[in-house]
Nanobody, 114 residues
Framework: VQLVESGGGLVQAGGSLRLSCAAS????????VNWYRQAPGKQRHLVAT???????NLVDSVKGRFTISRDNAKNTVYLEMNSLKAEDTAVYFC?????????WGKGTLVTVSS
């Protein structure tokens, strides 16, 4: 099983990025998928969730700016990030879970310059 995040990079405040989480080795469509982020020196926090039925939830700090979506045909989940702020700077991790099964990617770094 492998989750691979991509799409991170350096962007100016107010800019946009789209992160991708591509899965292999699992039937991705039956998993709930989460995006977490971990800022330097801080704990990892949940940012967004999409269930296997497509329901989404985002934390208040990113509502209206971030969108989570999935393309089951491509075994990929996306995190569209707009109006980025310096405080969005973090390593973003993809997580897939189903019952007791829990998988993580290695993360992709997003740096927002102010």
């Amino acid at each position: 099983v492998q989750l691979v995040e991509s799409g991170g990079g350096l962007v100016q405040a107010g800019g946009s990025l789209r992160l991708s989480c591509a899965a292999s080795g699992i039937s991705f469509s039956i998993y709930a998928v989460n995006w977490y982020r971990q800022a330097p020196g801080k704990q990892r926090h949940l940012v967004a969730t999409i269930t296997n039925s497509g329901r989404t939830n985002l934390v208040d700090s990113v509502k209206g700016r971030f969108t989570i979506s999935r393309d089951n045909a491509k075994n990929t989940v996306y995190l569209e990030m707009n109006s980025l702020k310096a405080e969005d700077t973090a390593v973003y991790f993809c997580n897939a879970n189903l019952n007791w099964m829990n998988y993580w990617g290695k993360g992709t770094l997003v740096t927002v310059s102010s």
